[in-house]
């Protein structure tokens, strides 16, 4: 296991770029589409999820390939929605400034 949640920033060019990476094998998701969260339904109310690509099978090796699971870019838009932006206005703000990053 890696020694991060998943959460990363990576630092290029002087820059800070939030990014996620497998937490099984460490890779750098590029695709969304490509990576999922799985987590343990015995942990409800409060579950912790594991952040693991698909390119290279994370997802579906044990122990997590029989666990519940939601594709990255689907949960990621799910926390974007409960982060408070409301409006088109306020996405369309925080999206120009993330273009800069
Ligand atoms: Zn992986």
Same mark, same amino acid.
């Given at each position: 296991?890696?020694?991060?949640?998943?959460?990363?920033?990576?630092?290029?060019?002087?820059?800070?770029?939030?990014?996620?990476?497998?937490?099984?094998?460490? &890779?750098?998701?590029?695709?969304?589409?490509?990576?999922?969260?799985?987590?343990?339904?015995?942990? =409800?109310?409060?579950? /912790?999820? #594991?952040?693991?690509?698909?390119?290279?099978?994370?997802?579906?090796?044990?122990?997590?390939?029989?666990?519940?699971?939601? &594709?990255?870019?689907?949960?990621?838009?799910?926390?974007?929605?409960?982060?408070?932006?409301?409006? =088109?206005?306020?996405? /369309?703000? #925080?999206?120009?400034?993330?273009?800069?990053?």
């Amino acid at each position: 296991m890696a020694n991060h949640n998943g959460f990363i920033l990576l630092h290029e060019d002087g820059q800070t770029i939030p990014a996620m990476a497998c937490e099984t094998c460490g &890779e750098i998701i590029k695709d969304y589409r490509q990576a999922g969260v799985v987590w343990n339904r015995e942990d =409800e109310p409060r579950s /912790r999820v #594991t952040v693991l690509c698909k390119t290279n099978h994370c997802l579906s090796k044990p122990p997590y390939k029989d666990k519940p699971w939601q &594709e990255l870019r689907d949960y990621m838009v799910f926390m974007a929605h409960n982060t408070g932006l409301k409006t =088109e206005a306020d996405i /369309r703000g #925080t999206w120009e400034s993330a273009k800069g990053i």
